[in-house]
Nanobody, 127 residues
C-alpha cells in the first residue's frame, strides 16, 4: 500500500510559478507509475501529467504541455510537478496518484487506472 501527501500549493499571480511535491510512503514507490490530476469546482477530475516508474517516460495534457514538468526521485520517494506560466484556469485542487504499471515504460492518463490518491493541495492563480 502507498500513502501520498501533496504539498506546495498556494496563491500565485498569473504568469507565476509553483512547485508541487508529493511524498510517498512505502518501500515499493519505485514500482508505481505516478500522475498528477486536478479538479476545479463543478468540473470533473482531469489528467495533468504522468511519469513512468523509472522516470524515463512522461506525458502531459495539452493544456499544460510546455508549461508544466513532472519528475520523480525514487531514492526520496518523491514526485514533483513544476508549474510555470500559470493561468487563472489552472486554479484547482491538485492530486497526486500512484498506479501499478505492467511495464517500466507504462504511464497512465485515466483516473481509473490509479490505485492510490493523496488528499490534494489547492492551487489558486489570480489574474
Amino acid at each position: 500500500q502507498v500513502q501520498l501527501v501533496e504539498s506546495g500549493g498556494g496563491l500565485v499571480q498569473a504568469g507565476g510559478s509553483l512547485r508541487l511535491a508529493c511524498a510517498a510512503s512505502g518501500r515499493t514507490f519505485s514500482s508505481y507509475a505516478m500522475g498528477w490530476f486536478r479538479q476545479a469546482p463543478g468540473k470533473e477530475r482531469e489528467f495533468v501529467a504522468a511519469v513512468s516508474r523509472t522516470g524515463g517516460r512522461t506525458d502531459y495534457s495539452e493544456s499544460v504541455k510546455g508549461r508544466f514538468a513532472i519528475s520523480r526521485d525514487n531514492a526520496k520517494n518523491m514526485v514533483y510537478l513544476q508549474m510555470g506560466s500559470l493561468k487563472p484556469e489552472d486554479t484547482a485542487v491538485y492530486y497526486c496518484a500512484a498506479g501499478m504499471p505492467y511495464s517500466s515504460a507504462t504511464y497512465y492518463v485515466r483516473p481509473q487506472q490509479y490505485d492510490y490518491w493523496g488528499q490534494g493541495t489547492q492551487v489558486t492563480v489570480s489574474s
